[in-house]
C-alpha cells in the first residue's frame, strides 16, 4: 500500500502528527504495533500539562513544550477532552536549596511562561493548606495544567481519522528499506510504501531509526511508578505539588486529575525491558514516602490502584528531544527521545512534523478540513432534567454498566463503533473510564465483555484485555443450555 507519509506509533506524539496531517491534502496512514490507540508511555503517566519552567533555555524541550502548553487548552476545548489549568507548585525544603528555586524561576522567564513566580511559607501554605510545614517557599506557575492523557489521544486519532487519515492496528515494522524515492516498511501486516515516515515510535523509536541510518541512537525505558487515590481524598488539592528537580527528573510529584483522584509518583529506574510495566513493593513505598514530604497527610487506605509507565530515555550531553530528519535518511523524520514534557509538547511536536512532511512532499491545504471529533456524550456531566430528556431519546445511556464511574451502555456502544474504536476491554477504559474507579473494573468486565462480543460480533473468549494473548476468558465451565 502506497502512501504520502506514514507515521509509525499511535501515541499521543503520532497521533497529535496524524491530527496535523489532516489539514493536508495528502494521503497519511499511521501504522501502530499495538492493537489500539494509546498502549504505551501515553497511557501510563502524570498527566500533567507542564508549564515550561524546568527545561533548559533554547532547547527543543523548552520550545515544544510552551507552544503545546499554549496550544493545549484550545485544542482540549475543540475535541472534547477534560482540561484544567489548576497551576502548580514547586517545594523548596532548606533555605540553603533556594537558588534552585530562582534557577527554575529564570529558566521559566527565558522560555517565555507567563505568571511565574517565587510564594514564601504564608501564602504557600494559603494556596495549599495539606502542603508540609516544612516547605519554606516554592515556585508557583499558574500556568500549568491536568489534562487526560488517553482520552487527548484518542480525540486526536478520531480527529486524524475524520479527515482520512488510515489506521492499522497489530502491524509491527519489521523492516525498513529504501527504494529509489520511496521507504519500504514491512510489517505484521504487510507492506506499505512512502516518500515520507515519521517516526514516532516512542520506546522502539531508536531501532527504527537504527534501520535506516549510520548515527545510532539508544532509548533507554525508564520506568516510573505511580498510585491512584480515591476519589474522597481528591480535596487534599487545588494544584500539582512538585519537589525540585533532580539530574532523573521531575521526582515524586502528587496532583489532582482531571477526574477527580490523587496521583503520586512516578519512581526513576532505567531498565532494559521496554515491556516492563511492573510495580514493584520498594517502588511503592518510595513513592508515598517522597510524596509524603510533600503532604504529609497522604493516606495510603486510600489507594484504588498502582501502575507503571515507561518513558523513552536518551542519554546526551544536553539532555533533550529529537526531532527532524534522520542523519543520512531522507525524509525519515524521528521524534526520539521523548520523554517528560512529552505530553505537554505533543501537539506543538505534531504540528512540527506534519507540516514538514507535507513540506517534503508538496501537500496543499486541505481546505476541508474539520477541526473536530464526533460528539462526545457524557450523561454523568448533565443535569437531571438533562439526563433525563436525553435518556429518553437515547435509552442505552440510562443504562449504568460502570458503577463506579456512572459509565452507561450508550457510552461504552459508542466508544465501539467511533473510528478508530475500541476491541479491548483496556480500550473502552481508555476511551470512557469504565474499569477506572474504586472496584478497578470487578463488577462491570462481564457486561463490558457482553457488550463489545455484541457490537463487534466477536465470540467473548476471541476478546482480550489489551490485544495479543491477554484473554479474560480461557474457556467455559460448563456447555451452552447446561443446568448449573
Known sequence: MQYDVLVVGAGVVGCATAMELGKYSLRAAVIEAGEDVCTGTSKANSAIVHAGFDARPGSLMARFNVEGSHAMPKLCERLQVPFRRCGAL???????DRPGLEELLLRGVKNGVHGLRIVERG????????????????LYAPTSGIVCPFELTCAMAENAARNGVEFFFDARVERIAREGELWTLETA??????PVVVNAAGLHSAELNNMVSEK??????????YMLLDKKVGHMLSRTVFQLPTKMGKGVLVTPTVHGNLLMGPTAVDVQDPEATNTTAAGLESVMQKARKSVPTLPGNRTITSFAGLRAHVEREEHDFI??????APGF????????????????????LAESAAYLVSAPVNKKYDSTRPEVYRPNEMTVEERAAFVAEHPLYGSIICRCEQVTEGEIVDAIHRVPGARSLDGVKR???????????????????????RELGVPQEQLTKSGGASFPIVGKTRKDGENA
Open 323 to 328: 526531532i527532524g530528519e534522520a542523519e543520512g
Open 189 to 194: 501486516r504487510g507492506s506499505f510504501e512512502a
Open 333 to 352: 523524520l524521528n521524534a526520539v527521545g521523548i520523554e517528560s514534557p512529552g505530553l505537554s509538547a505533543a501537539p506543538a511536536i505534531g504540528a512540527f
Open 123 to 138: 501564602e504557600l501554605h494559603e494556596l495549599e493548606p495539606n502542603v508540609s510545614p516544612e516547605a519554606v517557599a516554592a
Open 216 to 225: 545510532k541512537l539508544t532509548v533507554t525505558p525508564r520506568k516510573g511508578e
Open 90 to 96: 514547586v517545594l523548596c525544603f532548606d533555605e540553603a
Open 431 to 453: 476511551r470512557t473510564r469504565a474499569g477506572m474507579g474504586r472496584c478497578q473494573a470487578g463488577f462491570c468486565s462481564p457486561r463490558v465483555l457482553e457488550i463489545l462480543s
